[in-house]
């Protein structure tokens, strides 16, 4: 935790074959963590991009 009570988690630099979205997704594990949806949906609009 940081001093305004959330946690803090890095994100891994993705790989050049690797969207941004890719790399985010691999962070957030279904069995850790779950992405909101709302955020899911940016990161599929990032990957078109």
Do not use: C, I
């Amino acid at each position: 935790m940081n001093s305004s009570g959330r946690a803090v988690m890095t994100v891994g630099l993705p790989q050049p074959y690797e969207g941004v979205g890719n790399a985010l997704r691999a962070t957030f594990t279904a069995r850790r963590d779950n992405v909101p949806d709302d955020m899911m949906d940016l990161l599929r609009k990032l990957d078109r991009s």
